[in-house]
């Protein structure tokens, strides 16, 4: 079974960094990793994701200041983040999508989230 575990959130003042990550226990496969998140009484969006081949995408919102990466030999996605703005706060989430062979299709997993608050 796929678990994932976030960690790295926290309280900064906005102009600062934090980076979270994201560690996967289980056997995915080849998966598509991404970071979403989901502020009070908004919808949750992605923020950033990263392929088995390492191409990225971002949220137009955070680029240039977001960076997401994965270490595969560390089961570990990361999310570096700077220039924090109060608008960034938010849960944050981890998700993987990979095929299941057994299931015959493709499964996705969610993390518990952690926070991040950004103070003006």
């Known amino acids: 079974q796929v678990q994932l575990v976030e960690s790295g959130g926290g309280l900064v003042q906005a102009g600062e960094s934090l980076r979270l990550s994201c560690v996967v226990s289980?056997?995915?496969?080849?998966?598509?990793m991404s970071w979403y998140r989901q502020a009070p009484g908004k919808q949750r969006e992605v923020v950033a994701s990263?392929?088995?081949?390492?191409?990225?995408t971002y949220a137009d919102s955070v680029k240039g200041r977001f960076t997401i990466s994965r270490d595969n030999a560390k089961n570990t996605m990361y999310l570096q983040m700077s220039s924090l703005k109060p608008g960034n706060t938010a849960a944050y989430l981890c998700?993987?999508?990979?095929?299941?062979?057994?299931?015959?299709?493709?499964?996705?997993?969610w993390g518990q989230g952690t926070q991040v608050t950004v103070s003006s």
């Open positions: 998700n993987v999508r990979y095929w299941n062979w057994a299931a015959g299709r493709s499964l996705e997993v």
């Open positions: 289980g056997s995915t496969g080849v998966a598509t």
């Open positions: 990263i392929t088995s081949t390492l191409t990225t």
